[in-house]
T-cell receptor, first 115, second 113 residues
Framework: AQSVAQPEDQVNVAEGNPLTVKCTYS??????LFWYVQYPNRGLQFLLK??????LVKGSYGFEAEFNKSQTSFHLKKPSALVSDSALYFC?????????????FGQGTELSVKP | GAVVSQHPSRVICKSGTSVKIECRSL??????MFWYRQFPKQSLMLMAT?????????EQGVEKDKFLINHASLTLSTLTVTSAHPEDSSFYIC?????????FGQGTRLTVV
């Protein structure tokens, strides 16, 4: 069965410092991996995805993520955090192209960036 | 711009009444859409898969008679919460899949009083 784990409920970072939000996954086939961000009372916004190719994926708002097959991880990173990055972040997985778009989400990590 | 439009964004209803939430795919004819429920600061729980022209597929533990899903056209899926109770209060989000990533509506905050 597919699963996604985000081991940290909350990450606190000072503005200007690098940030990492962790994600590990478990799938039977080749994973399609995603990061989404959610602001209060809003839907999810797509940040980036890994389907195939380079392990380092660059996405929106300066975020990037590194796919590590041996560690089954897909951590989200940003070199310099902004206060406006404070939000709820979700890692998600889809078990290849044949699941009709159904995503399995991690439990979410609340990122707080302080000035 | 948004490719999935969800309406209303916020609704308050009385216990025992029914509430309908609409989800529209704006740029693509979607044969399949998804409905999620989210509790405060928690993850999204898939409730059901909405299939155009046929019955929805519900996840285990989701009451079909309480959460009625209709997908009558390729651009519109609706979720009706019937005989609402305070415990149905939650944030409901719809989505449709793209070639790779999924696209989400802006969500509906339902409060049952």
């Amino acid at each position: 069965a597919q699963s996604v784990a985000q081991p940290e409920d909350q990450v606190n970072v000072a503005e200007g410092n690098p940030l990492t939000v962790k994600c590990t996954y478990s799938v039977s086939g080749n994973p399609y991996l995603f990061w989404y961000v959610q602001y209060p009372n809003r839907g999810l916004q797509f940040l980036l995805k890994y389907i195939t190719g380079d392990n380092l994926v660059k996405g929106s708002y300066g975020f990037e993520a590194e796919f590590n097959k041996s560690q089954t991880s897909f951590h989200l990173k940003k070199p310099s955090a902004l206060v406006s990055d404070s939000a709820l972040y979700f890692c998600a997985v889809r078990d290849g192209p044949n699941q009709g778009g159904k995503l399995i989400f991690g439990q979410g990590t609340e990122l707080s960036v302080k000035p | 711009g948004a490719v999935v439009s969800q309406h209303p964004s916020r609704v308050i209803c009385k216990s025992g009444t029914s509430v309908k939430i609409e989800c529209r795919s704006l740029d693509f004819q979607a044969t399949t859409m998804f409905w999620y429920r989210q509790f405060p600061k928690q993850s999204l729980m898939l409730m059901a898969t909405s299939n155009e022209g046929s019955k929805a597929t519900y996840e285990q533990g989701v009451e079909k008679d309480k959460f009625l899903i209709n997908h009558a056209s390729l651009t519109l899926s609706t979720l009706t919460v019937t005989s609402a109770h305070p415990e149905d209060s939650s944030f409901y989000i719809c989505s449709r899949s793209g070639p790779t990533e999924a696209f989400f509506g802006q969500g509906t905050r339902l409060t049952v009083v």
